[in-house]
């Protein structure tokens, strides 16, 4: 094969890959349902304690539910999802999630504070304001997505914990 239509192959190829992405910089998707699921507004409360969360909005075109079952994170040993619940004092406080998040078709799952969020516990390093979180999702199916939350100063979001034991 010639120089020239190797480089035109590979040029092609790199369009291609390019030409599926939805435009925002913070969502990169692997084969699989992920190709159809969107990242907004993530972002990570900036933090040099051994905790932080994360926030944002995940939305997908699937027919049918998607189940979010674990996430990683380049700043945490680990990565918990938490809900807030009802303690039997009538306050609200978190937990972790059993079963992990699941999304309805055409629906979104917003992570806020004081509502659905994802703990990284176990910060191996401050998260500052304007540090880039890289976060890896793993789907039931077993594909996965990865994308980028940017710190942001936050002195919300001081909830208290569930013993779900």
């Known amino acids: 094969m010639s120089r020239t ?8 190829a790199a369009l291609a890959l390019t030409s599926c992405s939805n435009g925002d910089a913070d969502t990169e998707a692997s084969a699989g349902a992920t190709d159809q699921i969107e990242i907004l507004d993530a972002w ?7 905790m932080t969360s994360a926030f944002g909005i995940i939305s997908h075109s699937q027919s049918e539910p998607i189940v979010i079952t674990s996430v990683t994170s380049d700043k945490s040993e ?5 809900e807030m619940v009802m303690g039997s004092d ?3 406080s978190m937990q972790e999630i059993s079963g992990g998040f699941t ?3 055409e629906e979104e799952l917003v992570l806020e504070p004081g509502g659905h969020h994802l703990m990284l516990v176990g910060l191996t390093e401050p998260v500052i ?8 999702v793993t789907l039931d199916d077993g594909s996965t997505f990865e994308f980028e939350a940017i710190g942001k100063e936050y002195t919300g979001a ?5 013993d779900s034991q």
């Open 78 to 82: 680990t990565v918990e999802m938490h």
């Open 44 to 50: 990570v409360k900036a933090g040099d304690e051994n």
């Open 103 to 105: 999304i309805e078709p």
């Open 129 to 136: 304001a304007g540090d880039a979180v890289t976060f890896v």
């Open 5 to 12: 239509l190797m480089f035109a192959a590979a040029l092609t």
């Open 158 to 162: 001081n909830e208290t914990y569930h």
């Open 90 to 92: 009538g306050t609200m």
